[in-house]
Structure formats: C-alpha cells, structure tokens
C-alpha cells in the first residue's frame, strides 16, 4: 500500500502545493525545525484536504498553526477524542478547521486535517519541533528532514482510520509542480570544523572570529526524492554538558511539568575497552527479504541492492563470530525462512551451511510481516549461559510499528535487540523503537552508508562485556532536588553518548551556586564513574527546548501507541503531553478559525496534486514484487538455485557440536563466480570458522601468486601450512583493505589470536617473512594481542 507525503483531500486526491520551506537552527547537538508548506486553492470550489507527512521519531513536535488570507490560527493541543470532536463539529457547521495527530500505527507518520479552505484562498502550514541529534561514529551530529514515505506493507489486522491507507497519482520528479527550499544556521560554542550533506548545498558561510557559527542553503532545484541529511562536525564534540533551562514564570498560573527549572545532562562514558570481549551469546540474524529489498540503498549511481549489501553483511558477521556462540538467520517477507530449525552452535560446519544458505538469498518473499518472525524467535527456549543478541535488518516498510514495538518490549529482559534501517524512507519508528526498548542501537543505512560497517560496529559493541549496575545521582544544595525524567538507564556502549533529563523543584540557590551529577557504573568487576560540575543559574528559553526534549524522552519510554499504552500509563502520557504541548499518540493539534463569521459555502470538491515516482514505487503496491534498476551495482553472489521455502525454516539437519573443521570444497573459479572481482569478499569468504586460512590456490590467486611460490617462501621448516596462509591474509587485510578496517576488525582478531595459539613460537619468522614476501610496510605489531 502506497503512501506518500503532501496535502491529500478526503478521496486521497492531492491539492495544490507551492512551496515547501524549512528553517532549521542547530544549537550543538539539538535542533530546532520550523517547516511551512504553502498551498492555495485556485478552484471555485471550497476543498476538504488531508495532509500526510513523515517525522523523525525523535523529534518533539509542539506547534502548529495555519495562516490563512494573512490571519493566524494557532492549534491548541487536546485530548485526541476531544480534538477529532471538535473537529467534526466545525466541518458540518461549515467553519474552517485544522487537525493535527499521530497515525495511530505509527510514530513517525503524521496525519492532518484541513476543513473547509475557501475557493482562492491561501493557507500556510507551519509545523515546529525540536529534537536530539545522533552521534556518527566519526564525531559527526546527523540531522535528517525526513522526505520520503515509502510503500508501507500491509499484512493481516485491522488498521481503521490510518493514513496509511492512501493512494494518491504519481508522476516522475521532473514533473512535480511545487518547490523546496532549507535553511540551516549551525552554532556551536567549540567551533564548527565542516558541514557535509547528501544534498547539493550552498558553500558554507561561517560567522564568528572562531568559526563558531555558519549558515548553509540548499541549492535551488531540489525535489523531495530523497532525505536530506546533514553532518555536522564540530571542533569539539565528546565534551560533557550541563544545561538549566528556566520553566514557566512565577506570575504565570500553569502547575505540572513547566512550571519548574529543567536540566539535561550530556554524558560521554569514558568505557575502556574490555580485555576479555565475551565468547558466549546466540546471535540471530533476522533479515528483511521483502521484494524491495531489490531496490538500490540510494538513487546514487551504481549503488549496491539492498540484499546484495545485506548478503555481503551476513557473509561478515558469520566470519566474525566467536567459536562455541549459538546462532541462526531468519529471512521474512510475507512468509519467513530459518537456516535451521533452532539455533545451532558455531562450528566450521554450520558457518558453511549457512554461508551457503546466505549466497542462494534473494528478495522474494512478498510483503513486508515481521511481527511473526519475532515472536517464533521469542518462543524458542533460551541457551543457559548464552544470551540472545538478536540483529534486524529492515528497509522499515510496515504498518503497525507499535504493534511491533511491544513485542519487543514484551521480551526485554531476554535479549537485547541491535536494527538497521536499510534505503530512503525506513521507519525511523520502528527501527529506533525496536532498539531503544530491548537496550540495543540503531542504525540507519542511506547514500553512501555501507550495512557492512555498520553491523560489524554493532556486533562489536554485542561482543562486549555489559556494563553493570549504571545509576546517576545529583549532589544539589539544601533544598533542591532533582526528578529524573528519563528512564533508568540499563544498557551503556562504548564511544555512545548518554542523555538524561531530571525536573528541579525546590529553591534555587545564588547564581554562583553550582550543583553535581555522578554518573556510576561496573564493568567487569570494577567500578567507574564520571561527573560534571553545572551552574544552577537556568537561563530562559522563549521555546522551552529543554522541557520538551525531557517530555519527548518520557513519552517515548511510556507512551507504546493510541491503542496499546497501558492503563496505568496513559494519564500520565496524556498529563505530560498537554502540560508541555509535545504532541503523543494520546492527544491532536485542533484549530477553528474564528475569523470567519459566515459559513464556508459551496458543497466540498477534491482535486490532485500528484506525487513523485521514487524507484520501485509503482511495482510495490499492495505487495512488493522487486524494483532492480539498470544501473545497480550487480551482487558479489550469484546465486544458481534457491533453497525450497517452508514456513517455518530452510536448512540443514541438526551437526553434532564441536565437529572438526574440515577443508571447504571451493574451487577457484566457484571464488570467482559467487563473488565478483572484490578480493577482500573473497578473501574473508575463505577463513575458516576458528580464524584460520588454508594455504591453497584459492588463496594464493587473491595474493596474486602462484601455490608453489607461497610453499616455496614458507620460512620454517615443517611450519603448519594454515600458519603461513593465515599470516599471509592478516597482512593482506591491513595492506589492501585498511580503509575498510571496520567490517574486518573482528574477524582479523580472531586469526590474530589462532596465531598466538598455533604458531606462538615461530610467528615472529613468519611474519617478518610474510611482510617481505608481500613486499608490505605493515608494522608487525599489528600481531599483537
């Protein structure tokens, strides 16, 4: 079912759109968005429209106004039964109307009513929020307007009055009848370094002596056939921060959640690295195979298929695996497949089968039903002293994300849950959702993003040891206290940022006050901490940016959908929502406007402003059934043949555990065939469970050498063959793929470690030899452990 962005009348037809403008002010790491839409009506006809278009889950939407013919119309936030009533009310006494609400399915969707717009009016639409933005593992701040709002698979349930309902005309990018423009001042007390973005951009222009603030524009011409993302790189950034924000004046009458002083806290953990990554744990990889999988990640040229790159993913995380861990590889569409019918442990034998399961994957499962997977995997008994780590891959194209979301919450205590959002348009509601509530990360994979990067870090992260006993405590003067408002913190990885927000009651102190808040921890048995010393000064924020960012943060803990917020939460999520004005599933935006004495006349008309074709778009309606384009980048797997479908699982029998390895059947020309030219896929696709690599053809040709001459260049006598070869490939990896160092890291620790256990004695000769042999200039350091 096919869904997409714009003002919609009731029969789902599009109304005139002009422009679309977006100001956005970046203030370190939270940004601020005001977006106007304008629209007129140029018929003769009063219309009656429906507008749909996506947010970013974490952003705090808490205005909405309409300025019709000149006059201004402001929103008030109410209880959502209240708004949808009044609302209907001012529609059938032909007054003008506006609704604004969350789709009940769906966070980051949101639908909007415009009643009654008069033939030749003009109306503009301005939405405003705020929002946190994430960290890149590079130091960058990623901001995303969301732009696109992809096809979203319906399966089996009920989804009454959704907006995911609609069905508006396409037509090609060249052919969209409005204009888009962005805005961006960027400000930071550190200094700015650089701005990049996926879209062309006006070249920076930088204020202040220190480079401490710059505006950018986006070039003219621009349509919404993609998101458009920002990174922000600032001189500093791991800095940990303190802000009070002032809450309501004393004169002002409101009492609740405003009426107090707010603080946000900004941590960045100094975790060290652990010295013993864990070695136990079952791993289940669940994998999207719905027919748009098929499509490209980006519209770039050449760019990788999604299930190529989610292949290539799997043929990495399966190498890097620790031995004696659990796994399994769930694919789901409309159906879902199994490799095998329980997780299995890691032997050189299952990592075979499975890897020849991955190479014979393809998109074709029909719809996008990840509900079922879920819960299958849920049901199977868990491993004694093997953790479930489960891993979701997903171009993000379902329906009822909420529904999805308390299944997960529902296991929590069992796993731990790390997804990725794969192409333009995956649900940031369901991808951030899934993670945020079973402790994991989430990830995003757009442009030039590559999947293989991003899960390896993720694995890294599972592969850590957890971080115990987490607990944040304030020393405040007498009198003064703090009130969390985030939820507790369980989970902490290393290199991540931690946000809390607590509410200040009491009296506050002098100006020259400060107070303190202690961040604790244990890891492995130790305990570490952290503090920040603040000033309780609050300064004054007109937009109560603070405030609402803690709302945000408590409503995304308790408010699980319009339907499914338990009873014991939904007066507070509908007392927190109102107080601050941050929209939730409980509570709508509703205008009348009151500057019209006389009725709208004219019985109501719908008319088309049509949308553009993304690719696939047409081809994916109401199933998905593949959307290839000519320029895609073709697979590094070509697979012959297809393992027969069941509904419950694709593999091989149960293997006794422990077996030994035993030496794959690949011939060279096989290599070449399944994947591509791309020598390190090659190379990796050659190690061997434990970390090892054989020394044969296979080997020798991606070194571009001959077996004779690597078994004539052996330096000690009688020396294993595997410790050559695997010498051989750990100094290939850091003298041909340094930059791709993330996707292999792990991996080439696990040979590294072989190497101590295997061939301790002799490594020094063998890789003093190797480095000669490959005429490299890696340090053999790099061997170390």
Known sequence: MVLRGGLLTRKEE???????????????????????????????????????FPMDDDSAVYSFEAVVDGKKIKAELQEKRKAHSIYESAISNRRQAFLLEEDKYSRDVFCCNVGNLNPGSKVALTLKSVQELPLEADGALRYVLPAVLNPRY??????????????????????????????????SQHGIERIQSNCPFSPTEYLGEYKTSAQVSLADGHKFDRDVELLIYYSEVHTPTVAVEMGQPKDNPVDGFMKDPSAMVCFYPNIPEAQSPVICGEFVFLMDRSGSMQCPISKQDKSQLRIEAAKETLLLLLKS??????????????????FFPNSVQYTQQTMEEALRRVKLMQADLGGTEILTPLQIIYREPSIAGHPLQLFVFTDGEVTDTFNIINEVKRNRLRHRCFSFGIGEGASTSLIKGI??????????????????????????????????????????PRGLSAKMLSPEQTVLYKGQRLIVYALLSGTMPPAEATGEVNLKYTLQGKSLENRVTFSLQPKPDDNFTIHRLAAKSFLQAKDMGFRDTPAKDKKDVLKISIDCGVISSQTAFIAVNKNVNKPVQGPLTCRDVPRPILFGAASMMPQYHGCALPNAKSSYFSPASQPTRTSRYVGMPDRQDGCKPCKPMVSKDLCALVFGDNHLVQLISLQNADGSWYLDENLAGILGKSLEDLLAAVPVKDANSSSWATVLAVVWLHSNAKQMKGEWELLEKKARTWIHIHAASIMQELVKAAIVFTKSSVDPSIFAL
Request: hydrophobic share 40%; proline share 7%.
């Open 435 to 476: 993670a945020r509530v079973a402790g994991g990360t989430s990830e995003f994979i757009t442009g030039k993003d590559r999947m293989q990067f991003k899960a390896l870090r993720a694995l890294k992260r599972a592969l850590q040891p957890a971080v115990e006993d987490i607990s944040v405590s304030w020393d405040l």
């Open 154 to 187: 319906r399966g089996s349930g009920s989804f009454e009055d959704s907006c995911l309902d609609m069905k508006p005309p396409v037509v090609p990018l060249e052919d969209l009848p409005y204009t888009f423009s962005m805005v961006a001042t960027i400000s």
């Open 321 to 338: 695996l620790p031995i004696g861990c659990y796994f399994n590889v769930y694919g789901f569409g409309s159906s879902y497949e199994a």
């Open 14 to 52: 599009p109304v005139p759109l002009k422009s679309i403008c977006v100001t956005l002010s970046i203030r370190e790491f939270v940004a601020g968005v005001s977006a106007t839409l304008n629209y007129e009506n140029e018929e003769d006809v009063p219309l009656e429209t429906f507008f749909v």
